[in-house]
């Protein structure tokens, strides 16, 4: 009971940590910018003259409020006089103009959950103070040590016949006295592997054709085999465009004006599906990204890699200081969380309140984007140009960005475009700085950029074996994908408030032996998918009671399929899935429409309702991992959408072409959707359903693509 307890304690403090994080987080980019550029000039102990009263450049002003009482009132929007204000219910605020409603609706936000406000420093110490960080001792931290390889754990014999993997994890079931679950049958692993690395179901004829999965040599062949297939990398592709925030528009379009969009988005989607299965190096793909250009100046194809940070969201406005400061912001918290694992755009008012990065570290990021702009460069050469070189229509456009004139920013204070401090040269983050430091106490020391925009050599230092985190972060998302369970909980996170590893020593020998294998996707997945770990059974009681959550790996996880894996394995079963790699984006919800989802059209501004139904990510802010939500309009959408009612005569048709008996097709049924034969029960059920008439089929067929082993992996 008092072990429960003390869990129970943790884990609340734990969550109250993180919650706390992510609002301040919130705060400092939806709120107190707002607050600076719009309120400031007129409620501040700047201002000659607080109006009405009310001063907000403080938690302590805000919540006391002015002449009309309390300014918000945390928890309860509708009673929130500031709220109103911004609305113009009441008094209209800021008078001149009324705030666009995304951010209005950011307010409301922020005050139902509580208003968080994280601002402890006093009035009069408004300006920006030296930085008090100590980056010597922030290196100190697990995350920013080099990995490196340790020596196995357990005995020699265990070491020499295993995977490495299993040998570190092991190592872990035995001091927490567990044991590992039975090697999974020959088809659940069919299934899972087929679906892992290609993200689709195995055929009927794949199943027919099997040999015997018991043995490592065949079974390691099959997987040689679905990282040779081309849908590989239309299945990882996937994974890579939520972390970049893949889309073809913008969350806001002014009218019929698309200027802004990118219709050509889908040569990015392209190029990533390519790099991954012609296995390129993942240093060379994040160069190529950050910098073609750059790196292959005479090959002028690989510029639409620049996608990366060519296709961001892109404002209204254009050129305005503070619409301008918004889009570096998102180039460093995508570029950071993604590649890094670190909220460096926390530091855009103030030092990181919790890592090891300055407000001088955001600076310098950002002049490395503030040295770079949006470009429409020309698809063919007959298309008619603007005056600075860019297409005058989208549609001929390919969406990267090209070096302007190198510019280092100076510091906004607390996020202010008015307000300015100290120029920053443009550089890398000091805590990831290679060079020695100074002897100086806190003192400042990072890798300044002299060439351009800096973004060559920012992708050199991101790349660098040295880097302690670029590897580690990779390796933890795709043992997340394979596995089911990251090493790294939080994987955008390897800072403080993050979760410490799970397998600290596994996750380092992976991303040791990942940069020594050339930086291989494919090696990486083989390595994970070939370990014991990888080939158990989901299930094993004595692990589901002793470790629920499964942390110690006793067992394999149970994952549910992401919208492309499930749709795709419907086209699948039923036989109509169209091979066409790359292309034009589709909407997947057209029953018509055969591709696969990969290629679905992913819109900022109205995401396909069918996408947003089973938790596709928001395409307008990186996104670490998938949410998982069970509502019951998901199950009403497979019950009565176009798309699966057709999928589901479809199947049926198919199935009564063949002239098969009715036990035969069941089979079939079976197969097809969940690569195993049915069980006698199943069967029986089966059968006596069918026997009330032919039609049944459809009905049968569409029951069974609605049920939830359709969606899930064991």
Not at 336 to 345: D, I, K, W
Not at 357 to 384: H, I
Request: net charge negative.
């Amino acid at each position: 009971m008092l072990r429960f307890v003390l869990v129970s304690l943790l884990v609340t403090w734990k969550i109250g940590v993180v919650f706390a994080a992510d609002s301040d987080e919130f705060f400092e980019r939806k709120i107190r910018p707002v607050l600076v550029e719009h309120c400031y000039s007129c409620h501040s102990q700047e201002a000659q003259k607080s109006e009405g009263g009310l001063r907000v450049d403080s938690r302590e002003a805000l919540n006391r409020g002015g002449e009309s009482g309390s300014a918000i009132s945390p928890g309860a929007p509708e009673k929130s006089l500031l709220l109103a204000a911004l609305k113009y219910e009441s008094l209209e605020m800021p008078p001149k103009n009324r705030l666009p409603d995304d951010i209005v609706l950011d307010f409301e936000k922020w005050i139902s959950e509580g208003a968080h406000d994280p601002r402890e420093e006093s009035i009069a110490n408004a300006e920006p103070v030296e930085s008090k960080i100590d980056f010597e001792k922030g290196r100190t931290f697990w995350s920013f040590q080099t990995p490196c390889r340790h020596e196995l754990p357990g005995s020699s014999s265990l070491v020499d016949d295993c995977n490495p993997i299993d040998a570190w994890v092991r190592a872990e079931l035995g001091k927490n006295s567990l044991d590992p679950a039975p090697r999974a049958n020959q088809l659940v692993l069919l299934r899972r592997v087929t679906y892992d690395i290609t993200g689709l179901p195995p055929t009927v004829e794949q199943i027919a054709g099997l040999g015997s999965l018991d043995s490592s040599l065949e079974y390691a062949k099959l997987v040689d085999e679905l990282l040779a297939a081309p849908r590989f990398g239309e299945h990882w592709a996937r994974m890579w465009l939520d972390i970049m925030r893949y889309g073809e528009d913008q969350a806001h379009i002014v009218g019929s004006d698309t200027s802004l969009c990118f219709p050509n988005s889908y040569l990015y989607r392209d190029w990533v599906i390519q790099a991954f299965n012609s296995n390129m190096p993942y240093d060379e793909f994040v160069r190529l990204q950050l910098a073609a250009d750059i790196v292959t100046p005479d090959n002028p194809d690989d510029d639409v890699a620049l996608g990366f940070i060519g296709l961001g969201p892109k404002y209204y406005r254009r050129n305005a200081p503070e619409v301008m400061a918004d889009e570096w912001e998102d180039r460093i918290d995508v570029l950071s969380r993604g590649l890094l694992g670190l909220t460096v755009a926390c530091a855009r008012c103030h030092d990181h309140k919790y890592d090891p990065v300055g407000t001088e570290d955001y600076y310098a990021l950002a002049g490395v984007f503030a040295s770079t702009e949006m470009y429409n460069r020309p698809l063919k050469a007959d298309a008619e140009l603007k005056d600075n070189g860019q297409t005058k229509n989208e549609k001929d456009a390919l969406h990267i960005v090209r070096d302007i004139e190198s510019q280092n920013l100076a510091i906004m204070i607390r996020g202010d475009v008015n307000r300015r401090g100290p120029t920053v040269p443009r550089g890398f983050l000091t805590v990831l700085d290679q060079s020695p430091l100074s002897t100086e106490p806190h003192s400042l020391h990072r890798a300044e950029f002299q060439q351009g925009s800096g973004r060559m050599e920012l992708a050199n230092q991101i790349v660098s074996p040295n880097n302690p985190l670029t590897a580690r972060v990779f390796v933890n998302r795709v043992w997340a994908r394979l596995i089911g369970r990251p090493l790294v909980s939080t994987p955008s996170n390897f800072g403080s408030l993050g979760d410490l590893p799970s397998h600290p020593e596994l996750l380092d020998d992976l991303a040791v032996r990942f940069v020594q294998n050339g930086w291989s996707l494919k090696w990486l997945c083989r390595e994970i998918v070939t370990s014991a770990t990888y080939q158990q059974s989901s299930i094993n009681l004595q692990a589901a009671e002793l470790d629920p959550e499964n942390r110690w790996l006793a067992r394999m996880n149970r994952k549910r399929l992401q919208v492309e894996q499930w749709r795709d394995g419907v086209l699948v079963a039923i036989g109509k899935l169209d091979s066409q790699i790359g292309g034009p984006s589709i909407d997947p919800s057209d029953p018509e429409v055969r591709r696969r989802t990969i290629y679905s059209e992913a819109s900022r501004l109205k995401l396909n309702s069918m996408l947003a139904l089973f938790d596709y990510p928001d395409p307008n802010t990186h996104a670490e991992r998938r949410a998982q939500t069970i509502t019951a309009t998901q199950k009403l959408f497979a019950m009565n959408s176009p798309f699966m009612v057709q999928s589901s005569r479809n199947l049926a048709s198919t199935l009564s072409a063949k002239k098969l008996t009715i036990r035969q097709t069941i089979d079939q049924l079976f197969l097809r959707l969940f690569a195993r034969y049915p069980s006698p029960d199943e069967d029986k059920v089966a059968l006596e359903f069918l026997d009330f008439g032919g039609e049944n089929l459809e009905q049968l067929a569409h029951a069974l693509m609605m049920s939830n082993e359709m969606m899930f992996l064991d």
